[in-house]
């Protein structure tokens, strides 16, 4: 089912940078990369899906209301805080009851140094509370913006399992990132991103025979011209 269609959407600043035209078909119940370098337009995009910004130009038609949990690439949370209580604030704005707190909490396995204060965290457990306050509610839309950014190995393959019991779900999910073969794994759909436009778009298989490629990267180098 369709649930989003954007057509010729663009939000460029004053600086002439931004997104500059993406057009597009989001369905339910898939996972969406964007992937693109830096600048490439991911994050704008990606504000302009979570209503935090307004396109200027082009039309994002929405099917069907979505609630969307949402997962920013550079949280500032107060750290003077513990775990807990950021969590118990972010919560209570979604009216999410302890019990799911609970269950976040210990899916990122944060539940045992809760009662820390989060300036004592590492980058990685930062934004493994990143993770887990983007897990609470229903929203069955899930938006997440580099959710690699500072996690290991371990926690990268955990991620990649949250993110398919998400679409187990039924729930959709869009997720942007430099790791080109983290989207190759994951991913059903791709868009990349280049100098604010969308310069391949597809199912991952569709985009690979269109391409003549084996992997995503040598999509990018061979469009990027590099
Ligand atoms: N608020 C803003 N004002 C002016 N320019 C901006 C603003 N936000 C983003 N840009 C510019 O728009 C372009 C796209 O930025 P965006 O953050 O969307 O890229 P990105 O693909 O997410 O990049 P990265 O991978 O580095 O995070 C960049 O050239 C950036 O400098």
Redesign the pocket.
């Known amino acids: 089912m369709i649930l989003l269609e954007a057509k010729n959407v663009a939000n460029v600043?004053?600086?002439d940078?931004?997104?500059k035209e993406a057009t597009f078909t989001l369905h339910s119940g898939r996972i969406l990369a964007l992937v693109?370098?830096?600048?490439?337009?991911?994050?704008?995009?990606i504000r302009l899906l979570t209503g935090q910004e307004k396109q200027k130009s082009g039309e994002m038609i929405w099917h069907k209301p979505q609630a969307i949990r949402y997962m920013p690439?550079d949280v500032d949370f107060p750290t003077m805080l513990t775990a807990a209580e950021i969590l118990e604030l972010l919560a209570s704005l979604k009216q999410v009851d302890k019990y799911e707190q609970e269950h976040v909490l210990k899916r990122v396995s944060l539940w045992d140094v809760r009662r820390q204060q989060a300036k004592q965290f590492s980058k990685g457990m930062l934004q493994r509370l990143n993770l887990a306050q983007s897990l609470l509610g229903s929203g069955s839309l899930l938006i997440l913006d580099?959710p690699t950014n500072g996690l290991d190995p371990f926690w990268i393959a955990q991620l990649k399992n949250m993110m398919l019991e998400e679409k187990e779900k039924g729930n959709t999910v869009i997720f942007?990132t430099?790791l080109l073969s983290f989207a190759e794994e994951i991913a059903d759909d791709i868009l990349v991103?280049h100098e604010?436009k969308i310069i391949v778009s597809g199912t991952i298989t569709n985009i690979f025979l269109q391409e003549d490629a084996t992997s995503l990267e040598e999509i990018w180098l061979k469009r990027i011209n590099l």
Do not use: I, P, Q, V
């Not at 693109?36 to 995009?45: C, F, P, Q, V, W």
């Open positions: 600043y004053d600086n940078r931004g997104l693109g370098g830096n600048g490439a337009g991911k994050s704008t995009l690439d580099e942007s430099h991103l604010g």
